[in-house]
């Protein structure tokens, strides 16, 4: 089993919708929890960090965390075409990030 | 320094041949890791180092793979023997060590795509 489990997608929303991604992880010692954006060809950028439950809003992001259902999610709102992307859910427990699979996100003008 | 750079960008080589990789982190940050990345999967953790001292490694690091960070700097993985399996984006990561890690995550390079024909 996964570590880090996120649905691949495509997860196709149009411009201007609110995009939902989730994730869930299994270690419960798991102390950080991370969004990072992949454009095509590229490496991983970080957009969100939380630790605590409840949500984190930076912008049009906004991160939810729920330990007690080890599921983390990512909301972005007011979509945009630039932000079709992948992206990738990490967990920091011990002394590493593990990354799901990534959910690629496609914004539809 | 304004973030990780990796080289090369890019690396075509046959198989059976030996290729290596540089990362030069960000120079403040005591960790390194590396991680490699294949299409449509998320990175997969490879090693770490806390300056010169490699921590640790995963179980997907066979024999023909090692790393090093001679100086507590830049750090190079090189790959013996390549196999078309071993054809990714291999991506190096920079943070500083303990809280720093939890709370900030880590800074990425740009990544080196390894083709192995």
């Known amino acids: 089993q996964k570590e880090v489990e996120q649905n691949s997608g495509p997860l196709s929303v149009p411009e201007g919708a609110i995009a939902s991604l989730n994730c869930t992880y299994s270690?419960?010692?798991?102390?950080?929890f991370f969004w990072y954006r992949q454009y095509s060809g590229k490496s991983p950028e970080l957009i969100m960090s939380?630790?605590?439950?409840g949500d984190k809003e930076d912008g049009r992001f906004t991160a939810q965390l729920n330990k007690a259902s080890q599921y983390v999610s990512l909301l972005i709102r007011d979509s945009q075409p630039s932000d079709s992307a992948t992206y990738l859910c990490?967990?920091?427990?011990?002394?590493?990030?593990?990354f799901g699979g990534g959910t690629r996100l496609m914004v539809k003008p | 320094d304004t973030g990780v750079s990796q080289d090369p960008r890019h690396k075509i080589t046959k198989r059976g041949q030996n290729v290596t990789f540089r990362c030069d982190p960000i120079?403040?940050?005591?960790?390194l890791y590396w991680y490699r990345q294949t299409l449509g999967q998320g990175p997969e953790f490879l090693t770490y180092f806390q300056n010169e001292a490699q921590l640790e490694k995963s179980r997907l690091l066979s024999d023909r793979f090692s790393a090093e960070r001679p100086k507590g700097s830049f750090s190079t993985l090189e790959i013996q023997r390549t196999e078309q399996g071993d054809s990714a984006m291999y991506l190096c990561?920079?943070?500083?060590?303990?809280?720093?890690?939890?709370?900030?995550?880590?800074?990425f390079g740009s990544g080196t795509r390894l083709t192995v024909v």
């Open positions: 990490a967990v920091h427990a011990g002394n590493m990030l593990t």
């Open positions: 270690d419960r010692g798991s102390q950080s």
């Open positions: 120079s403040e940050h005591n960790r």
């Open positions: 939380i630790y605590s439950n």
């Open positions: 990561a920079s943070s500083l060590a303990g809280a720093w890690a939890t709370n900030y995550g880590y800074t």
